[in-house]
């Protein structure tokens, strides 16, 4: 991801001298282009010679914190200091302007950085609910895991509330909704979630018909298989959201709608084992024995899973007579 690709485009004034403005701005280029090629490591040295020159640099900040951010773990690790790191920096960004002002690679970091937080909190939630049941000083663990879904939805709100600028801006928009529904899914918030992936799938449609345009338009053989690529990934990624909402939708027992999404997927890419298995068990449910035996089959031909495993159990009992 390129969060910071536009940041270097920004022009501040600035009372350093011009010798130092030219460093400044040497620092500021090389930066952007050892980000945009992933050498995370020299990205950050030459932001810290950038900021040793003039610490306040909006540009060089933000990237920062996006650097920092895409070298921290997992919200489930033990280790946040980078997070941290990189949450306190894109927040001093941020409070830099008003959130109309910034520039949408400046929204966007600072949105998934506070969304990281609030998951972070939401494993440790978990993870004290599930001592608490193997300790005597229960309650305390309880009250506990009840600060940590607290600070949980605190951070996932703001997320989403800076989410919100990117979406009532109409920028990065597959990206922002994207996010979004992961928020409210979260936050378990039913509606919003079905209301934030239905957006993310009318934009990612539109995405994608720029790609085709561009791949039919271009004569340029090194573009084309570019825009070919980034197709790949965008129709990746909706599968992965059609599968997100499909399950969601099972697992609320609404079915028909969670069919339509599983139709689309396997309509977009047949080879996905698990979807036949999917199908199968929403398709059980709505009394349609025989095609849903077809879609165990699919999926006991094509899967990797042992025997042991739980969905090939209950496929095999399914074609059973």
């Known amino acids: 991801m390129r969060y910071a690709a536009l940041l270097l485009l920004l022009c501040g004034c600035t009372s350093l001298p011009k010798e130092e403005q030219q460093l400044l701005a040497s620092h500021q280029r090389n930066a952007k282009y050892y980000w945009e090629g992933g050498s995370l490591d020299q990205a950050m040295d030459q932001i810290e010679r950038g900021l040793a020159i003039d610490p306040d640099d909006y540009q060089l900040l933000a990237l920062r914190g996006t650097v920092l951010l895409k070298q921290s773990g997992s919200a489930l690790a033990n280790d946040h200091e980078l997070l941290d790191e990189a949450t306190r920096t894109l927040a001093s960004v941020y409070e830099m302007r008003s959130p109309f002002r910034h520039e949408p690679y400046v929204l966007l970091p600072y949105a998934l950085a506070l969304q990281k937080q609030g998951r972070r909190h939401l494993g ?40 919100d600028v990117l979406v009532e801006r109409g920028e990065l ?15 378990g918030d039913d509606t919003a979630f079905v209301g934030a992936a239905n957006a993310y799938l009318d934009q990612a449609a539109k995405d994608q018909a720029v790609a085709r345009r561009e791949i039919e ?25 059609r599968a997100l ?19 689309r997927v396997l309509e977009l890419a047949p080879q ?36 042991t495993s739980d969905k090939v159990t209950l496929a095999m009992k399914a074609l059973q007579p």
């Open 124 to 163: 440790e939630e978990l993870r004290l609910r599930g001592e608490s049941s193997r300790r005597s000083d229960a309650a305390d663990l309880l009250a506990a895991a009840e600060q940590q879904r607290s600070a949980a939805r605190e951070q996932l709100q703001r997320a989403d509330a800076v989410l």
């Open 173 to 187: 928009l597959r990206l922002a909704w994207n996010h979004k529904l992961q928020v409210a899914r979260d936050l």
């Open 217 to 241: 338009r271009t004569l340029v053989p090194a573009y084309e298989a570019e825009q070919v690529q980034q197709l790949r990934a965008l129709q990746a990624e909706e599968l992965e959201i």
């Open 245 to 263: 909402l499909a399950d969601h939708h099972f697992t609320r027992r609404q079915f028909e709608p969670a069919l339509a999404q599983l139709n």
């Open 272 to 307: 996905r084992s698990v979807d036949y298995y999917n199908r199968g068990r929403v398709l059980m449910e709505l009394q349609r024995h025989e095609e849903a035996k077809a879609d165990f089959r699919k999926f006991l031909a094509t899967s990797n899973l042992p025997p």
